[in-house]
């Protein structure tokens, strides 16, 4: 059973920063794309950010791009999500997802999501 454990949620006042991990029980190399979605109050789930894990080509959601960088550490199996100049829009359950499929699918479409994280929640105050 493969697991991906998301942490470094939290709450931050409009402007701030925070950021997430997703440590993965499995080689983050044994999947081709890395993401993150979120779901925010009364919305369906997003995709926001995606990595290729060979190679380190990376895809991002219009409404975070300049704001959110993905990036990965391949030796640690960990993802991380690097959050700045986060709007009240931004609050959302945050999930760690993995996908044996190119990654410009996977961040336009959920059902590519292979395996899935808990969430984190991040709030954003204004």
């Not at 993150?36 to 975070?64: C, H, L, M, N």
């Not at 961040?107 to 204004?126: C, E, F, K, N």
Request: hydrophobic fraction near 35%; charged fraction near 15%.
């Amino acid at each position: 059973q493969v697991q991906l454990v998301e942490s470094g949620g939290g709450s931050v006042q409009a402007g701030g920063s925070l950021r997430l991990s997703c440590a993965s029980s499995r080689y983050t190399a044994s999947y081709y794309c890395m993401a993150w979605f979120r779901q925010g109050p009364g919305k369906e789930r997003e995709g926001v950010a995606a990595i290729v894990t060979s190679g380190g080509g990376t895809f991002y959601a219009d409404s975070v791009k300049g704001r959110f960088t993905i990036s990965q550490d391949n030796a640690a199996n960990t993802v991380y999500l690097q959050m700045n100049s986060l709007k009240p829009e931004d609050t959302a359950m945050y999930y760690c997802a993995a996908s044996y499929v190119a990654c410009e699918n996977v961040i336009t479409d959920s059902d590519y999501v292979a395996d899935w994280g808990q969430g984190t929640q991040v709030t954003v105050s204004s």
